[in-house]
């Protein structure tokens, strides 16, 4: 029968030989037919005890949450690649564009000492090798909806197996020179909610600020002198009476484009001539790129 992306059946090569069937089998080679019978069964058997020892842990672990394994793996045909091809392109079609279908593998290694679920996702010559713990939790879940965290590029923590807030400079602090950031955050979404039909999304998040240098007035001198910066109004995106300014947002799903601009102002005393006081203004601008997303399906030539 056809077989069932979805179905993590494993079928017992030896079940239904019955023993008038052995013993009829022809002499020459029986040893050898044997043998082979019995390599494969215990191959099986292992795979069985590894999956099923695979999700006692994560289930003691993660108190009931599925894992990458379970989802990505164990829904599919695990210790196998798994070859998904970009949803409604074509080869011919995406030639005559000058562009290149996306095509991901993702690969689900039974060895326990491997940990992680490896993606390799190729378009256009350039080829992304990624990978997600075999025991992380989805960020988001639904009912056969999940989506994990894969990587990050241009966090200020530096570490790409790791996620992070967008960063937005704290307006109360004198900064003496502009700096920027760049950051891409990508995700990947399983949806199994088609019966028969599952997808992968692959998403991209890409956001870029850039913290403008302090610029100070001198308002006079005079008492009481403020220990600390005190609020004295902002303006730019967003902002309004009793509301907070424009931040960037802190989302893990797909987020529209917006571009961010506010200035915030605070009255300091003077660092190099104490007494005297400032009115210290500084300045955040930033985009949100609309997230970017590539839809898969299992390549029926290859799945």
Request: glycine residues 6%.
């Amino acid at each position: 029968r056809a077989s069932d992306p979805n179905s993590t059946e494993v079928v017992n090569p030896t079940e239904g030989l019955s023993k008038s069937f052995m013993s009829k089998m022809p002499g020459k080679g029986t040893f050898l037919q044997g043998w082979l019978l019995l390599a494969l069964a215990s191959r099986v058997a292992g795979i069985r005890q590894f999956a099923q020892e695979t999700t006692a842990q994560s289930v003691q672990n993660n108190a009931g949450q599925e894992t990458a394994w379970e989802i990505l793996c164990l829904s599919g045909q695990a210790g196998q690649f798994r070859h998904w091809s970009q949803h409604d392109c074509s080869s011919a079609g995406a030639l005559m564009k000058g562009k290149q279908c996306h095509q991901l593998t993702v690969r689900c290694d039974v060895d326990k000492r491997v940990e992680t679920v490896s993606i390799t996702w190729k378009v256009t010559g350039d080829t992304k090798t990624l990978s997600i713990p075999k025991m992380a939790t989805a960020v988001t879940a639904e009912d056969y909806y999940h989506r994990f965290f894969v990587v990050s590029e241009g966090c200020p923590h530096g570490k790409a197996d790791r996620d992070c807030d967008l960063p937005w400079a704290a307006f109360d602090e004198a900064r003496v020179a502009a700096s920027k950031v760049e950051l891409a955050r990508r995700f990947l979404v399983y949806d199994n909610r088609i019966v028969g039909k599952p997808r992968i999304f692959m998403e991209t998040n890409k956001y870029s600020a850039v913290f403008h240098e302090s610029s100070f007035k001198l308002l006079g001198t005079g008492i009481p002198v403020p220990k600390s910066a005190i609020f004295a109004g902002s303006t730019g995106t967003d902002c309004a009476p009793n509301v907070q300014c424009a931040v960037p947002p802190l989302s893990v799903k797909p987020v529209l484009k917006k571009e961010l601009d506010v200035t915030s102002r605070f009255v300091i005393e003077s660092p190099s001539d104490p007494g005297h006081l400032l009115l210290m203004s500084n300045r955040n601008t930033g985009t949100v790129q609309n997230t970017y997303e590539v839809e898969f399906a299992l390549d029926p030539k290859k799945a």
